[in-house]
C-alpha cells in the first residue's frame, strides 16, 4: 500500500457525527501552542493534551479536507517526541509528511490550519520555509533516514551535541533507499533515532506488557552501561564476546523482531505501544542519550481514535472538506471517468485478449486503479511496494523473457527511477510500456507531486514514445498503440475526470506520429499536447484560430507542422509541462532545423515551483485555461502587428 497514492474521499453521512463541526474545547492545548510551551507542562497533564489535540485535527481536516488516518495515528508519538527532545534543535524528519498535521499544530500554525492546502495557506507536507520546526521538506517516501543521518553528521562536524530523529512508516521502510541508508549509518556509527511507526503490523503483532518492559529495560543507561561494561571484560578472552552477543541477539530475537536491524547495526528497541506515553516518554528519554545508531520499533493504530477509519485505514487515508449541516444540494456536473478509471478497465481489456501482459506498480494499485485487474488476474498482477527503481528493472527483465509488462506509475515517482527508465529499458530498447498518471499540476499536494517534467526527461531519451491523449478515448486508443510499439513507450495523462468523451470498446491502435486538426481557423495555429485542447478550442473560437490535437511529442509530427508554419502567422504551442525541454521546444527545435521562420509561443508551466492550490487555480496562474491562453495569443499577435 503506497502512502501517498490515494484520492481525497468523501466521507460518508453515517460517520459526519464523528467529526466535530465546532471547534473543540481544548484548554490545555490553548497553553501548547509551541514546543516550549509544551513542556512546561506536566507529565500527568499530557494524556489530556493527546486527546485535545485529536479532536481539534479532527475538526480542522473536516474543514478543509487532507490527510486523515496517519495523523491519528501519531497523536501520542508527536507529543512525546516534542516533550522528550529539544526541537527545533534538536532535529526530527517526518518521512513523507502525511502524518505531520499534529506536528504543524503544536508547532506554532493551529490558527493556520483552516489555510491547509489552500492557496497561499499551510503546505499539506512539511517544508523548511513554512516553520523552523519542519527541519527537511518531504512528499515523496523514505527520505527521513537518510537526510536526519545527514544532519547529525553535520551537527558532528560543528562539535554540536543537538539530535537527530526520523520517523518513518512501515511502507516508506520497503524502499530501497530507507535500506541503504540503514546500511551507512551502521558504517559511520552515526548518533542517531530512527524510529520506525508500524501501522500495519507488518513486521510484528508482539505488543503488550512484556515487550514494552523489554524496551524499557533494554533502552535504559543500566543495561548500556552493563553491556558495555561486559564487552570490555569478555573482549579480553578470545571469542568470549562474541558469543556473549550471540547470545544477547538470539535472546531478543526470541522476544522481538529486530535481528535485522541488530545485523545492519543499529541497536533495536521494541517494538512498544505507540498509544501508550508513559512507556512513549520512558523509552525515548533512555534512548536519547545513547550513543552510535539507535532504531525504535513502535506500533500505532492509523486512524486512531476515529472508528470508520481505523476500520478502513485506506479508505480514510485522506478526505475532503465536509459541507456545513443544512447545506443546499447542488447538483453536480456531468463528467467523464476518471483517467485512472479509463487505464484499469483498458488494462483489464487488454489482458483478456493477451496472456503475456503483466501489471506492475509501486505500491499504488488504489491510485492508479489496478484493483480490478488485481482481483482478475492475480498472478499477473505485482505490487513491488514502494520501490519505483525496481518496478521498472523488473519490468524490463520480464520483457526479456518475451513478456508484456505495463507500468503504472505516477510522473513524480518516475522520477524516482530515471537511471532504470534509460540504462535498464531504453538502451536495451525493450517493450515496456509505461503509464504515467498525474501528469501536470496535481493541486493542492504542491509541488512534490505535480508531473511537471516528464515530458522533458522522456523527450531526450533515444526510441522513446510519447503520446499525450486529449480526452479518455485517446488515452485507451494511445495506450494500445503503446503496448504494441516495438520499445519503450509511455502515456502521460492528468489526475481527475476527462471531458466525457465517448469511449470506443476496441483496443484499436493509432497510427504513430501523426496528429489531428481539431477546428480550422487562420493567423494563429494551436499546437496542444493533452488535455488542454477544451480550453484552446474555447479560445480558439474567439480567436478564429487553428487547434491541433499533436497527440504524438515523440514522435512529432513534422509534416503537420510545417503545414502549419506555412499557413499561419503564429504558433502556438500548449502543454501541461514546464516548457524548458518540453514538447514545444521539439517544435522549435524541428523549425529551426528545418529552417522555418515562423514564430513560435510557448505556453506551459513556468520555471518556477507551482505552489499547491485548487487545480483551476494554478492553471490560471499559468496561463493554461481559456481566458490565459487568448490573452497570451492576443498579446503575441500585437507585438508581432504593433497598432499605428
Same mark, same amino acid.
Given at each position: 500500500?503506497?502512502?501517498?497514492?490515494?484520492?481525497?474521499?468523501?466521507?460518508?453521512?453515517?460517520?459526519?457525527?464523528?467529526?466535530?463541526?465546532?471547534?473543540?474545547?481544548?484548554?490545555?492545548?490553548?497553553?501548547?501552542?509551541?514546543?516550549?510551551?509544551?513542556?512546561?507542562?506536566?507529565?500527568?497533564?499530557?494524556?489530556?493534551?493527546?486527546?485535545?489535540?485529536?479532536?481539534?485535527?479532527?475538526?480542522?481536516?473536516?474543514?478543509?479536507?487532507?490527510?486523515?488516518?496517519?495523523?491519528?495515528?501519531?497523536?501520542?508519538?508527536?507529543?512525546?517526541?516534542?516533550?522528550?527532545?529539544?526541537?527545533?534543535?534538536?532535529?526530527?524528519?517526518?518521512?513523507?509528511?502525511?502524518?505531520?498535521?499534529?506536528?504543524?499544530?503544536?508547532?506554532?500554525?493551529?490558527?493556520?490550519?483552516?489555510?491547509?492546502?489552500?492557496?497561499?495557506?499551510?503546505?499539506?507536507?512539511?517544508?523548511?520555509?513554512?516553520?523552523?520546526?519542519?527541519?527537511?521538506?518531504?512528499?515523496?517516501?523514505?527520505?527521513?533516514?537518510?537526510?536526519?543521518?545527514?544532519?547529525?553528521?553535520?551537527?558532528?562536524?560543528?562539535?554540536?551535541?543537538?539530535?537527530?530523529?526520523?520517523?518513518?512508516?512501515?511502507?516508506?521502510?520497503?524502499?530501497?533507499?530507507?535500506?541503504?541508508?540503514?546500511?551507512?549509518?551502521?558504517?559511520?556509527?552515526?548518533?542517531?533515532?530512527?524510529?520506525?511507526?508500524?501501522?500495519?503490523?507488518?513486521?510484528?503483532?508482539?505488543?503488550?506488557?512484556?515487550?514494552?518492559?523489554?524496551?524499557?529495560?533494554?533502552?535504559?543507561?543500566?543495561?548500556?552501561?552493563?553491556?558495555?561494561?561486559?564487552?570490555?571484560?569478555?573482549?579480553?578472552? !578470545?571469542?568470549?564476546?562474541?558469543?556473549?552477543?550471540?547470545?544477547?541477539?538470539?535472546? =531478543?530475537?526470541?522476544?522481538?523482531?529486530?535481528?535485522?536491524?541488530?545485523?545492519?547495526?543499529?541497536?533495536?528497541?521494541?517494538?512498544?505501544?505507540?498509544?501508550?506515553?508513559?512507556?512513549?516518554?520512558?523509552?525515548?528519554?533512555?534512548?536519547?542519550?545513547?550513543?552510535?545508531?539507535?532504531?525504535?520499533?513502535?506500533?500505532?493504530?492509523?486512524? =486512531?481514535?476515529?472508528?470508520?477509519?481505523?476500520? &478502513?485505514?485506506?479508505?480514510?487515508?485522506?478526505?475532503?472538506?465536509?459541507?456545513?449541516?443544512?447545506?443546499?444540494?447542488?447538483?453536480? =456536473? !456531468?463528467?467523464?471517468?476518471?483517467?485512472?478509471?479509463?487505464?484499469?478497465?483498458?488494462?483489464?481489456?487488454?489482458?483478456?485478449?493477451?496472456?503475456?501482459?503483466? %501489471?506492475?506498480?509501486?505500491?499504488? =494499485?488504489?491510485?492508479?486503479?489496478?484493483?480490478?485487474?488485481?482481483?482478475?488476474?492475480?498472478?499477473?498482477?505485482?505490487?513491488?511496494?514502494?520501490?519505483?527503481?525496481?518496478?521498472?528493472?523488473?519490468?524490463?527483465?520480464?520483457?526479456?523473457?518475451?513478456?508484456?509488462?505495463?507500468?503504472?506509475?505516477?510522473?513524480?515517482?518516475?522520477?524516482?527511477?530515471?537511471?532504470?527508465?534509460?540504462?535498464?529499458?531504453?538502451?536495451?530498447?525493450?517493450?515496456?510500456?509505461?503509464?504515467?498518471?498525474?501528469?501536470?499540476?496535481? %493541486?493542492?499536494?504542491?509541488?512534490?507531486?505535480?508531473?511537471?517534467?516528464?515530458?522533458?526527461?522522456?523527450?531526450?531519451?533515444?526510441?522513446?514514445?510519447?503520446?499525450?491523449?486529449?480526452?479518455?478515448?485517446?488515452?485507451?486508443?494511445?495506450?494500445?498503440?503503446?503496448?504494441?510499439?516495438?520499445?519503450?513507450?509511455?502515456?502521460?495523462?492528468?489526475?481527475?475526470?476527462?471531458?466525457?468523451?465517448?469511449?470506443?470498446?476496441?483496443?484499436?491502435?493509432?497510427?504513430?506520429?501523426?496528429?489531428?486538426?481539431?477546428?480550422?481557423?487562420?493567423?494563429?495555429?494551436?499546437?496542444?499536447?493533452?488535455?488542454?485542447?477544451?480550453?484552446?478550442?474555447?479560445?480558439?473560437?474567439?480567436?478564429?484560430?487553428?487547434?491541433?490535437?499533436?497527440?504524438?511529442?515523440?514522435?512529432?509530427?513534422?509534416?503537420?507542422?510545417?503545414?502549419?508554419?506555412?499557413?499561419?502567422?503564429?504558433?502556438?504551442?500548449?502543454?501541461?509541462?514546464?516548457?524548458?525541454?518540453?514538447?514545444?521546444?521539439?517544435?522549435?527545435?524541428?523549425?529551426?532545423?528545418?529552417?522555418?521562420?515562423?514564430?513560435?509561443?510557448?505556453?506551459?508551466?513556468?520555471?518556477?515551483?507551482?505552489?499547491?492550490?485548487?487545480?483551476?487555480?494554478?492553471?490560471?496562474?499559468?496561463?493554461?485555461?481559456?481566458?490565459?491562453?487568448?490573452?497570451?495569443?492576443?498579446?503575441?499577435?500585437?507585438?508581432?502587428?504593433?497598432? &499605428?
Amino acid at each position: 500500500m503506497h502512502l501517498y497514492a490515494f484520492e481525497l474521499i468523501r466521507l460518508m453521512p453515517t460517520t459526519f457525527h464523528e467529526i466535530p463541526r465546532e471547534r473543540p474545547l481544548t484548554p490545555l492545548l490553548d497553553r501548547a501552542s509551541t514546543p516550549d510551551q509544551l513542556r512546561r507542562l506536566g507529565e500527568a497533564e499530557l494524556e489530556t493534551l493527546a486527546d485535545e489535540l485529536r479532536q481539534y485535527l479532527l475538526y480542522t481536516v473536516g474543514q478543509t479536507g487532507g490527510h486523515f488516518g496517519a495523523g491519528l495515528g501519531v497523536i501520542e508519538l508527536t507529543v512525546a517526541l516534542h516533550y522528550v527532545f529539544d526541537t527545533p534543535d534538536d532535529r526530527l524528519v517526518w518521512d513523507v509528511g502525511h502524518q505531520a498535521y499534529p506536528h504543524k499544530i503544536l508547532t506554532g500554525r493551529r490558527e493556520q490550519m483552516s489555510t491547509l492546502r489552500q492557496k497561499d495557506g499551510v503546505a499539506a507536507f512539511p517544508r523548511r520555509s513554512e516553520s523552523p520546526y519542519d527541519t527537511f521538506g518531504v512528499g515523496h517516501s523514505s527520505t527521513s533516514i537518510s537526510a536526519a543521518m545527514g544532519m547529525a553528521l553535520g551537527a558532528k562536524l560543528q562539535g554540536s551535541k543537538r539530535k537527530s530523529v526520523a520517523v518513518i512508516g512501515d511502507g516508506a521502510l520497503t524502499a530501497g533507499m530507507a535500506f541503504e541508508a540503514l546500511n551507512h549509518a551502521s558504517d559511520l556509527k552515526t548518533d542517531m533515532l530512527v524510529i520506525l511507526n508500524d501501522n500495519d503490523m507488518s513486521i510484528s503483532r508482539n505488543v503488550g506488557g512484556l515487550s514494552n518492559y523489554l524496551a524499557k529495560l533494554l533502552s535504559s543507561r543500566t543495561y548500556a552501561s552493563m553491556r558495555e561494561g561486559s564487552k570490555k571484560v569478555l573482549s579480553r578472552l !578470545p571469542g568470549a564476546w562474541e558469543i556473549a552477543r550471540k547470545t544477547e541477539e538470539h535472546a =531478543k530475537g526470541m522476544l522481538v523482531p529486530g535481528t535485522l536491524f541488530e545485523e545492519l547495526g543499529w541497536n533495536y528497541i521494541g517494538p512498544i505501544d505507540g498509544h501508550d506515553l508513559p512507556t512513549l516518554l520512558a523509552t525515548l528519554r533512555n534512548m536519547r542519550d545513547l550513543e552510535g545508531p539507535q532504531f525504535l520499533h513502535v506500533i500505532t493504530k492509523k486512524g =486512531k481514535g476515529f472508528s470508520p477509519a481505523e476500520a &478502513d485505514p485506506i479508505g480514510y487515508h485522506a478526505i475532503t472538506k465536509l459541507d456545513p449541516i443544512n447545506a443546499p444540494v447542488v447538483p453536480k =456536473k !456531468p463528467s467523464g471517468p476518471k483517467y485512472s478509471s479509463v487505464f484499469g478497465q483498458w488494462l483489464c481489456d487488454m489482458a483478456e485478449a493477451d496472456p503475456l501482459l503483466v %501489471g506492475i506498480t509501486p505500491a499504488m =494499485k488504489e491510485g492508479s486503479d489496478l484493483i480490478a485487474f488485481s482481483e482478475r488476474f492475480p498472478e499477473r498482477y505485482m505490487d513491488v511496494a514502494i520501490a519505483e527503481q525496481h518496478a521498472v528493472t523488473l519490468a524490463a527483465g520480464l520483457a526479456c523473457e518475451g513478456a508484456k509488462p505495463v507500468v503504472a506509475i505516477y510522473s513524480t515517482f518516475l522520477q524516482r527511477a530515471y537511471d532504470q527508465l534509460i540504462h535498464d529499458v531504453a538502451v536495451q530498447h525493450l517493450d515496456v510500456l509505461f503509464a504515467i498518471d498525474r501528469a501536470g499540476l496535481v %493541486g493542492e499536494d504542491g509541488p512534490t507531486h505535480a508531473g511537471s517534467f516528464d515530458i522533458s526527461f522522456l523527450r531526450c531519451i533515444p526510441g522513446m514514445l510519447i503520446m499525450t491523449p486529449s480526452d479518455e478515448n485517446e488515452m485507451r486508443r494511445m495506450l494500445t498503440t503503446g503496448y504494441r510499439f516495438n520499445g519503450p513507450a509511455t502515456v502521460r495523462y492528468p489526475r481527475g475526470t476527462g471531458p466525457n468523451a465517448t469511449i470506443e470498446a476496441g483496443l484499436e491502435p493509432l497510427e504513430i506520429g501523426k496528429g489531428i486538426v481539431r477546428r480550422k481557423g487562420q493567423n494563429v495555429a494551436m499546437l496542444v499536447f493533452g488535455v488542454q485542447l477544451a480550453d484552446a478550442l474555447q479560445a480558439a473560437e474567439k480567436l478564429d484560430a487553428t487547434v491541433v490535437d499533436m497527440r504524438f511529442v515523440k514522435p512529432l509530427d513534422e509534416a503537420l507542422v510545417r503545414e502549419m508554419a506555412s499557413q499561419h502567422e503564429l504558433l502556438v504551442s500548449i502543454e501541461e509541462n514546464t516548457i524548458m525541454g518540453g514538447a514545444g521546444s521539439a517544435v522549435s527545435e524541428f523549425l529551426a532545423d528545418a529552417n522555418l521562420r515562423t514564430p513560435i509561443l510557448h505556453l506551459g508551466l513556468p520555471d518556477y515551483y507551482v505552489e499547491h492550490a485548487k487545480p483551476a487555480q494554478m492553471l490560471a496562474e499559468c496561463g493554461l485555461d481559456s481566458a490565459g491562453i487568448e490573452a497570451s495569443i492576443t498579446q503575441r499577435l500585437n507585438l508581432l502587428n504593433p497598432q &499605428d
